[in-house]
């Protein structure tokens, strides 16, 4: 039995359900933990509810429903493109205080035409919300994880940098501590020093014969999950990283970027000219985001009323391009919020790569908003 009450809205948003052709699905309240530890990120992983199987295998409450949704669509080996739909609890700790509250929302998976996936799933959050808050004014903010990942490519940095900040979009105050990092390189500290002058002479023969001799003269070899040669590689890797500086330029560039906000019909050209300003080739993520701004106008949608922030992501590792966050105008509680994530199949297990974009609704929130008025 559930522990609290189903929202009074329920059936207004089955009825919005259906009317968009999805298919309602169910999923266990107990999940397999690995997925969420592994792809949902840092700020879900530490607020989920851990427990064991009878076999020692590591389960958790169902702190979300996108990774199960996905778990069940290749489980069950149906084809796409599919629209699925769901409602129901889920677990975890919150800023609020509160741990267990409904979710609903919808997850379209196997859409090719991407930018039309990409619109549909902005304009479905928005009207589900417009009927469930008749007359409220909505704020939408826009980012793109993929436009993000272009201008760090562009940038030229290690690809040990480059994951860096890819992982911390959307936490600002990560990245501008990353950032700090690439301006004002810090040395490794604890590092022995015969093993810091190996690393940094290049002879990888000698700095693995090194590591091993040490970890047999301390017994650490027989409990050791990597090998010396894994421990140099990413010795090696760690000091690389370490040592690099993004140059004043490149830095600058990079914080030009994040400070653009602006309406999101005036977003496309804004992107072209800090491209061409800055002289980077951004490439197929321009193109992907002037498609979907495109198909978002071809349905009617207003881009003046929706706002670009290039800073903008969500505090979910599996995003890859859009993503999107709905509230009350003057208000910061999030009413819902989505975005596209195209790995996320391949990494769960599905043989072919599946496009997928989805949205999530907080009823709880959108049931105080109700009660505002």
Not at 8 to 22: I, K, Q, S, V
Not at 198 to 209: F, K, M, Q
Request: proline letters at 4%; glycine letters at 8%.
């Amino acid at each position: 039995m559930p522990l609290i009450d189903m929202p009074e809205f329920a059936g207004d948003l089955l009825e919005e359900f259906e009317t968009r052709r999805t298919v309602r699905v169910n999923t266990p309240v107990i999940q397999p933990a690995e997925p969420f530890l592994d792809m949902a990120g840092e700020d879900l992983r530490r607020r989920i509810f851990l427990t064991e199987s009878e076999t020692g295998a590591s389960l958790c409450l169902r702190p979300e429903f996108t990774i199960p949704v996905c778990l069940r669509h290749i489980e069950t080996a149906t084809g796409t493109p599919k629209r699925y739909s769901y409602l129901g609890e889920v677990f975890r700790q919150r800023r609020e205080g509160s741990h267990e509250f409904y979710q609903a929302g919808i997850e379209d998976l196997g859409e090719t035409d991407v930018a039309s996936a990409d619109a549909r799933a902005i304009a479905d959050a928005a009207g589900i919300l417009s009927r469930l808050l008749p007359g409220r004014a909505l704020t939408l903010t826009l980012g793109d994880q993929a436009v993000f990942e272009a201008v760090v490519k562009a940038l030229g940095l290690p690809l040990g940098w480059q994951k860096r900040l890819i992982q911390a979009f959307g936490d600002m105050a990560h990245l501008e501590a990353l950032l700090e990092r690439l301006a004002r390189p810090q040395p490794v500290a604890g590092l022995n020093s015969e093993i810091a002058d190996l690393v940094t002479s290049g002879s990888e023969d000698e700095l693995v014969a090194r590591i091993d001799r040490t970890m047999q003269e301390t017994g650490y070899s027989t409990n050791a999950s990597r090998s010396p040669t894994e421990i140099a590689r990413r010795l090696k890797e760690k000091l690389t990283l370490a040592e690099t500086k993004l140059d004043g330029s490149a830095l600058l560039l990079l914080r030009e970027f994040l400070t653009l906000r602006l309406p999101l019909s005036e977003a496309s050209a804004a992107l072209a000219g800090f491209a061409d300003a800055a002289g980077l080739k951004l490439g197929s993520a321009i193109a992907q985001f002037d498609a979907r701004l495109a198909a978002l106008s071809n349905i009617g949608v207003d881009l003046s009323s929706m706002t670009y922030r290039a800073a903008f992501g969500r505090p979910l590792d599996y995003y890859t391009g859009l993503v999107f966050e709905v509230t009350e105008a003057e208000a910061s509680a999030v009413l819902a919020g989505g975005g596209r994530f195209d790995r996320l199949l391949t990494l769960l297990g599905a043989t072919d790569h599946i496009p997928a974009v989805g949205f999530s609704l907080w009823l709880d929130r959108i049931e105080m908003a109700r009660a505002s008025r």
